[in-house]
């Protein structure tokens, strides 16, 4: 785990880096869109698994405030480095085990907590960034902008598979993540995966109402992962990603963690007003070293 790039595999293998939501496409799902252009212009291309990617693809749907940091380790000197953590984005290898862990479904779940079904080939990249940001709204410094808020308050209601169908049918998110396509970005419209593929998948842990959830739009509704305790939510999260990895540790399944973190510039900026308001013109100046080298 620590220090593995999946970003490589994906470059270097198209088809075997596919979402796991398109290995169900059906053929005939795709000769619709080779006979409709505007089925092909409503596809989502397979986007890199790099943090600034993410980051650039955040501002395009308009969030301003928050970046993207690998992780390469989980222990509590690494995550400090990176607070405020606003939410986590795990990638990896998709087996198909078995999850026997409850689901809540809408009725169970807490009021405002954002899940939704996944049913978007190609987008779990994007599903999981928005699992966390749209669960994040309330947090400091972080502004989700017009397109992210119209979707949550348009979504909020509605069932987790409709959730999903209007992440699909919002154009200004699925334009900003097909900005990041790779030279072969509808390849998964042609080969559907098979046994031998390698298939990736990204899930959310996030923070909400005092408890931790984990988010992954392939399963019926958010795990309750429990209470975030006094040390924050970051050490609940911290087990079940451990767990997890521990699981396939045998297998040498490759995986890659980001954080959703507070953005380094607008963070910068505001150390740098402090200390010129406190009249510390040497901070200031420390202050203002760094956000050049942030530029």
């Not at 509590?76 to 990176?82: C, G, S, V, Y």
């Not at 013109?281 to 942030?294: F, P």
């Amino acid at each position: 785990f620590y220090g593995l790039r999946i970003g490589a595999a994906f470059k270097s293998s198209p088809h075997s880096s596919r979402d796991r939501s398109n290995s169900s496409e059906q053929p005939a799902t795709r000769d619709k869109r080779a006979a409709n252009p505007t089925l092909a212009i409503m596809s989502w291309c397979t986007i890199e698994s790099d943090p600034g990617v993410f980051t650039e693809l955040v501002e395009k749907f308009g969030v301003k405030g928050c970046e993207f940091a690998e992780l390469y380790s989980l222990d509590d000197a690494e995550l400090a480095t990176h607070a405020p953590v606003y939410g986590l984005v795990f990638l990896f290898k998709w087996t198909g085990e078995r999850d026997d862990r409850p689901c809540l479904d809408a009725d169970s779940a807490p009021p405002g907590l954002f899940f939704a079904k996944q049913v978007v080939n190609n987008a779990c990249a994007t599903q999981a960034i928005l699992g966390c940001l749209l669960n994040s709204a309330d947090a400091e410094g972080l502004e989700l902008g017009s397109t992210l808020g119209d979707l949550k308050t348009f979504s909020l209601e509605l069932p987790y598979d409709m959730r999903g169908l209007a992440i699909e049918n919002s154009e200004p998110i699925r334009t900003a993540h097909n900005a990041f396509a790779r030279p072969e970005p509808f390849v998964s419209e042609e080969k559907r995966a098979t046994k031998d593929d390698d298939v990736f998948h990204f899930i959310t842990y996030v923070p909400f109402g005092g408890r931790v959830y984990e988010l992954d739009g392939l399963k019926a509704g958010p795990v309750d992962l429990g209470e975030a305790g006094a040390a924050g939510w970051l050490p609940t999260a911290r087990a079940a990603i451990e767990a997890r990895i521990q699981k396939y540790a045998a297998s040498e399944i490759k995986f890659n963690l980001m954080a959703i973190v507070r953005d380094k510039r607008a963070a910068l900026a505001e150390r740098k007003a402090l200390l010129e308001a406190a009249g510390d013109a040497a901070g200031a100046a420390d202050a203002d070293a760094q956000l050049a080298d942030e530029a």
